[in-house]
């Protein structure tokens, strides 16, 4: 039995041997080579060739060599795969495929490997090319960002609003600054244009030594920050550049919103898609529209002469200077946004308000068109969008809408109410503005009761006119519904669908949970002007395409701006309704309290004004509002802490009209 058992291990250990002999005879170097292959692809896709054999050089200077090529790729690392191997006895060729992320965009590229067996060890010719294609010695890669043109902002018949305009850029230069001063001197910078000093200090303190450490834009030197000023500073330096800009600092500027540095709080919600430097916009349009207008910045790989060691711009020896275009994505513009704004009007308006000290706005719509042709906040508003969220109790202008609703119940102009010098509901006591006319008190006409605004014969409507009948009557006229042709950020009202008692007689008076915008008062009134709902518009290619020449959305003609309704019972303006309305809006005009609109030059004016209280003063603060029609153009004024509507308001309302012609 033992010897049974020694002739089974010889004759296995003999296969053993046969079988071992016939793979090494096999076996012609393509494995060793494939797994140096391998390694290779391994190593550079680490960016570290380190564990490598490599000929021609070694692995220290290879690796710097391989991270100076790179090193503006910061930290992005490439994928690299060994593609098929061709051997040919102790040499070897693979190609390799590189694929870097650049950004949203893919650079891929193949070089080529050699490999030499040396004994039983396969190793690397070094030389550049392996890293990108025909990469000469002496020269790196360059990645640079193809800046891409932003898009500006159009007016009213492609007027520019927003457009590149020359700018100054005040920093410090810290070459031209001794090291010593550099603190001092950011101080001193920061003191005169009005920066935060020990935070623009920090800033300055943790840049680069070469840096130029931006501080303000300006758009030309001020009294405070002269070109002389600046000289004193040791290292303070402006440069010449362009900004997209409106035509002043504040031109529409709650509507419009602003242009500037990407923030580190954009930056970081931006998810990689905008980097240090970028030009963002931040509020209004530019922050909606930021993508659109903004466009999309192209990319560059180019081969360029490493920096000679003792000058920064010479070109290593060997190379030729001339960089080298590897690899490149244009820059896509940004589109131009095109709005309805008329720039001279909106001028007009905030010269209008320039003097007014609580929050304000003046709005005015084209009726025909539903375009806006100005959205005014004044300065008392310091930067808020008042002319299109601001949220008011429109108090007696929120009459068109009782006055409506009361039709649609049989009433005409010529119908009589009752104004009285008060009225009790529910124990609470209502009462006309002081100063009202005794001559317009007792039976009146619905069209006189709106023209001095008797607030006693509307509240004694309510038995007649629901809560639900005011907020169809109100959708009916544009307002207290969705915008959908505006494209910009706006409230247009709200009109609570029930309410009793108290409540329900101040909605009778545009008080309580009844709320509007300037906007959605000039809206009410272009309802009027057109003879349907208007549904506003300001932006006129949301989407980025052409633009209609007329102004109107693709979905929706000039002639009919219709608006969508949010309230079940609803239904549209009709011309005979918007006729008595304007009746009853000249009267305001004619033997109203808003007389001296009528010595306002070209088409008839229709008007109604509206003052509502809000707060817990005694006596209360009140909103001042007056809406007006004249032929093409509604408008709103809106004072927020003003008194009576026909005295702040009007007065503004008048030398908007009359300058505008």
Not at 550 to 556: K, Y
Request: aromatic content about 4%.
């Amino acid at each position: 039995m033992a010897r049974v058992g020694k002739t089974k291990i010889l004759v296995t250990g003999l296969t053993a041997l046969m079988l071992a002999g016939s793979l090494a005879a096999c076996d012609d170097g393509r494995a060793g080579a494939e797994g140096a292959a391998k390694q290779l692809a391994a190593s550079l896709a680490a960016l570290d060739v380190g564990p490598l054999a490599l000929e021609g050089t070694d692995t220290a200077a290879a690796n710097e060599q391989l991270r100076a090529v790179f090193a503006d790729f910061g930290e992005t690392k490439p994928a690299v795969a060994a593609g098929e191997l061709k051997l040919d006895g102790d040499n070897a060729t693979v190609p390799l495929n590189y694929s870097w992320k650049l950004g949203s965009a893919e650079w891929k590229y193949s070089s080529q490997a050699e490999l030499k067996k040396s004994g039983d060890k396969w190793s690397v010719q070094w030389n550049p090319a392996l890293l990108a294609p025909e990469l000469n010695d002496g020269e790196v890669l360059d990645v640079a960002t193809l800046s891409a043109k932003r898009g500006g902002i159009l007016g009213a018949g492609d007027t520019p609003i927003v457009q590149d305009r020359k700018v100054i850029r005040v920093g410090l230069d810290k070459t031209k600054v001794d090291a010593a001063r550099v603190d001092s001197s950011a101080r001193a910078l920061a003191g005169l244009v009005g920066l935060d000093v020990a935070e623009y200090a920090k800033q300055v303190a943790a840049s680069g030594p070469q840096a130029f450490v931006e501080a303000i834009v300006l758009r030309g030197f001020t009294a405070e920050i002269t070109e002389a000023k600046l000289k004193a500073i040791p290292g303070a330096a402006t440069l010449a550049d362009t900004m997209p800009l409106a035509p002043t600092r504040g031109f529409a500027r709650p509507v419009l919103g602003a242009v500037g540095s990407a923030s580190a709080e954009q930056i970081e919600k931006s998810k990689g898609s905008l980097k240090a430097g970028d030009v963002v916009g931040t509020g209004g349009l530019q922050e909606k529209y930021d993508s659109l207008l903004r466009g999309k910045d192209g990319l560059v790989v180019a081969a360029v002469p490493a920096s000679k060691e003792g000058g920064q711009d010479a070109p290593a020896e060997g190379t030729t200077g001339e960089p080298r275009t590897l690899f490149e994505i244009p820059a896509t513009d940004g589109t131009s946004l095109k709005t309805t704004l008329d720039v001279k009007l909106q001028q007009l308006a905030e010269a209008t308000l320039e003097d007014t000290g609580p929050a304000s706005a003046i709005v005015a719509i084209r009726p025909s068109t539903g375009a806006v042709l100005a959205a005014a906040s004044g300065p008392g508003s310091n930067g808020y969008n008042t002319a299109m969220l601001g949220q008011y109790a429109p108090g007696s202008t929120f009459k068109m809408v009782d006055s409506l609703a009361m039709f649609r119940n049989g009433m005409t102009p010529d119908s009589k109410v009752e104004c009285t010098p008060t009225i009790t509901v529910d124990g609470r006591t209502f009462k006309n503005a002081e100063g009202y006319p005794a001559s317009s008190l007792g039976s009146v006409t619905l069209r006189d009761a709106f023209a001095h605004s008797c607030n006693t014969a509307f509240i004694g409507a309510r038995d007649k006119v629901s809560q639900e009948q005011l907020e169809s009557a109100a959708t009916s006229l544009g307002v207290a519904v969705e915008a959908p042709r505006l494209g910009a950020d706006a409230f247009l009202g709200s009109v609570p669908g029930t309410a009793e008692g108290t409540e329900h007689a101040a909605s009778m008076i545009g008080q309580g949970k009844v709320l509007l915008s300037p906007l959605a008062a000039a809206v009410m009134a272009a309802s009027v002007g057109h003879g349907a709902p208007v549904s506003p518009q300001l932006v006129l290619n949301p989407d980025g395409g052409d633009a209609p020449a007329d102004g109107a959305s693709p979905s929706s003609s000039a002639a009919s701006p219709a608006a969508p309704s949010t309230a079940a019972n609803s239904k549209p303006l009709t011309k005979a309704e918007a006729a008595a309305l304007s009746d009853m809006m000249r009267a305001v005009v004619t033997s109203g309290h808003a007389g001296f609109l009528a010595q306002v030059p070209g088409a008839p004016v229709g008007a109604k004004t509206g003052t509502a209280e809000f707060g817990n003063d005694s006596p209360p603060k009140t909103h001042a509002w007056i809406v007006a029609v004249h032929g093409d153009l509604a408008v709103a004024v809106f004072v927020e802490d003003g008194g009576l509507g026909a005295t702040t308001s009007g007065p503004l309302l008048k030398e908007f009209l009359t300058a505008a012609g």
